[in-house]
């Protein structure tokens, strides 16, 4: 039942066409067992009840953990991308915000995906901040195990505890779409690090660590928007690093 919970998702039709369109052949790949030369499979209705009152919300995210997992595991991309897409409403929605951006009540959906592949959802209101979204998203990929070198995000991203949290958290490369006005930030110069850095020098913090071993422990220490600094202000510096265009694109 979880496997054709799973078909019902990603064919996106009603319970009673998941079941009206469901051959033999893929009943029996799905584990139902043949019976009186025939393969028996529930009813759109037992399928409904399956997922409302057996699984529940609690059960159903469980089952896409499960999945992002699998994909995380067998997916040959090293990438990364968080992006929010729009969900319009009726004009006549009574539970869905106007969004003056785009001009319509709406929700949204906040989508990670490694590769092509979407790997977990959050769900808000038309009007949410796409920034706040990033945490639970976070500890979603360190539930799947997710190796990835890069995540790629808007400019709705942009925040130097973003930066620290992907560096840290994921040991990735935050790509973040950077503003024409982005500067360079005094507190994330290397100086300013060591300075900080030598401060600590009771938790064994000195200038001649490695930079790697400098950033984790002012992390760890409450300095993790410093962190955040330097890890921008190097995109900043860094010649390679794709505009923003060029990296919307390829979101």
């Known amino acids: 039942m979880i496997k054709l919970v799973v078909v019902e998702f990603f064919r996106q039709t009603s319970f009673k066409k998941t079941i009206s369109t469901l051959t033999e052949e893929e009943a029996w790949l799905l584990g139902f067992q043949e019976k009186d030369n ?3 499979i529930p009813t759109g209705s037992t399928l409904h009840h399956f997922m409302k009152y057996r699984l529940g919300v609690e059960g159903i995210d469980e089952i896409m953990l499960m999945l992002g997992k699998k994909i995380a595991k067998l997916s040959n991309s090293n990438e990364a991308k968080l992006d929010s897409t729009p969900l319009e409403a009726s004009r006549y929605s009574k539970n869905s915000e106007f969004n003056p951006h785009y001009n319509c009540k709406m929700d949204k959906a906040h989508i990670t995906m490694i590769g092509t592949y979407p790997v977990f959802l959050t769900y808000t ?8 979204e990033l945490s639970s998203h976070i ?18 991203y942009d925040s130097f505890q973003n930066h620290a949290d992907i560096w840290y958290k994921l040991n990735a490369d935050p790509l973040i779409s950077l503003g024409i006005g982005a500067v ?7 100086e300013r690090i060591n300075h900080w850095v030598n401060k600590m020098w009771k938790l064994g913090g ?9 950033l984790n422990l002012l992390y760890e220490n409450d300095r993790q928007e410093q962190v955040g ?14 505009e923003s265009y060029n990296l919307k694109k390829r979101m």
């Not at 600094?229 to 794709?242: C, G, Q, V």
């Open 229 to 242: 600094m330097y890890i921008r202000n190097k995109n900043l510096e860094d010649k390679t690093f794709p």
């Open 139 to 156: 500890d979603a990929l360190l539930q799947m195990n997710a190796k990835i070198d890069e995540y790629r995000l808007d400019g709705a």
């Open 125 to 132: 209101d038309g009007i949410a901040g796409d920034s706040p």
């Open 38 to 40: 025939r393969i028996p």
């Open 184 to 190: 360079i930030n005094n507190e994330g110069k290397l």
């Open 206 to 214: 000195s200038k001649y660590m490695k930079i790697d071993e400098k």
